[in-house]
């Protein structure tokens, strides 16, 4: 059964940072790219990051390049966020989703998902 289990969330000072972990279960993680949303309460949820599964290339929203990256380890069937200089407004639950799209188009991120279900996700707290 295809889904996705996030992990690595928790409660960290502002500046602070955190991994976030994205497991994969019941396909090959190496044949689809892999987006990172969020949604903080009473807003929507947006994309955050994305990494291809072509070629790796990793693409970011506008508000976190510079401090989140992404990676992948297709051997465990992990993708990664690693979330650096964290801020109050980086607060939300965070979501891994398999994509049928991950790009940019000119400096927006451009990510659709796959699947029409949505995991757990894990809560990130930014807060002094």
């Known amino acids: 059964q295809v889904h996705l289990v996030e992990s690595g969330g928790g409660l960290v000072q502002p500046g602070g940072s955190l991994r976030l972990s994205c497991a994969a279960f019941?396909?090959?993680?190496?044949?689809?790219?892999i987006g990172w949303f969020r949604q903080a309460p009473g807003k929507e949820r947006e994309g955050v990051s994305c990494?291809?599964?072509?070629?790796?290339?990793?693409y970011y929203v506008d508000s976190v390049k510079g401090r989140f990256t992404i990676s992948r380890d297709n051997g465990k069937s992990t993708v990664y966020l690693q979330m650096t200089r964290l801020k109050p407004e980086d607060t939300a639950v965070y979501y891994c989703?398999?994509?049928?799209?991950?790009?940019?188009?000119?400096?927006?991120?451009?990510?659709?998902?796959?699947?029409?279900?949505w995991g757990q996700g894990t809560q990130v707290t930014v807060a002094s």
């Open positions: 990494i291809s599964s072509s070629d790796n290339n990793t």
């Open positions: 989703a398999r994509l049928s799209v991950c790009q940019s188009v000119g400096e927006t991120l451009v990510v659709v998902s796959e699947d029409d279900y």
């Open positions: 019941g396909f090959r993680l190496d044949s689809y790219s």
